[in-house]
């Protein structure tokens, strides 16, 4: 690695970090008390291999080697690990665009089996919006929803769907 | 889609937030404003195309992001 690539992700881990310092602190203070934010780790990714044996799960990913070529690729990207308690609830993975002034979110799953009531998107959401203020990114993308239900739900959030390209986005 | 919620909030965008907090109590406004906060998510919910991007991460930036200058 390069010592300016190693520099970029040492600068950019500090900002991830204070953005998911920050959405500990309102899960701290709100209905979600056992749920953190963490940076996506070696047991986060350990966790997520247990997924491929629920019969809910819609996609075949591959989160470790997938994370592993994203870091690589994109030290300023976007990343979080949702756990509630000693479970995994979620994983996401994106990126700010060529120039900057979008934040994209190229994967996310939640658990299959993740308990009732325990929601993904709401906090990723809140999260991504913290990382755009810090990177100065104006709109938020989501990439290529797997299915209708997945982005109507993206809708009700008020993200606006592009058929062309696949993605949804939403103006800050 | 309404244009009213195409932005996070007409009056934060004239005044931009100064800091991750701000942004965030804006994003949970947002989130109550639009009634997102109590519907239920979709099952085996996730987003993406991994598979693509781990066959070949240039066509999958390429094909994701074909022109720089970002527009819709």
């Known amino acids: 690695m390069l010592a300016t690539h190693r520099d970029a992700e040492e600068r950019y881990a500090r900002m991830r970090q204070a953005v998911l310092d920050e959405v500990n602190k309102d899960l701290i203070s709100s209905r979600h008390i056992e749920a953190r934010a963490r940076l996506i780790d070696q047991t986060a990714l350990l966790q997520s291999e247990r997924w491929g044996n629920s019969a809910r799960r819609r996609v075949d990913w591959q989160w470790v080697e997938g994370y592993n070529l994203f870091k690589f690729r994109h030290p300023k990207r976007f990343e979080m690990a949702l756990w509630h308690g000693n479970n995994l609830v979620s994983l996401s993975l994106g990126r700010p665009t060529y120039n900057g002034s979008k934040l994209r979110i190229d994967f996310i799953e939640g658990n299959p089996e993740k308990p009732d009531g325990i929601k993904v998107f709401e906090y990723t959401f809140i999260a991504m919006v913290g990382y755009a203020q810090v990177l100065g990114a104006d709109e938020l993308r989501v990439m290529n929803p797997i299915n209708t239900d997945v982005k109507r739900y993206y809708e009700t959030f008020g993200l606006n769907y592009v058929p062309k390209s696949d993605y949804l986005y939403i103006r800050l | ?72």
């Open chain 2, 1 to 72: 889609m309404s244009d009213e919620i195409k932005h996070l909030s007409e009056q934060a965008r004239k005044k931009k937030p100064q800091t991750i907090a701000d942004a965030i109590k804006r994003a949970k406004a947002h989130i109550r404003n639009v009634g997102a906060e109590n519907l239920e998510e979709p099952e085996g919910f996730a987003s993406g195309d991994m598979k693509k991007f781990l066959e070949n991460p240039d066509t999958y930036e390429k094909d994701n992001e074909g022109s720089k200058d970002d527009k819709h």
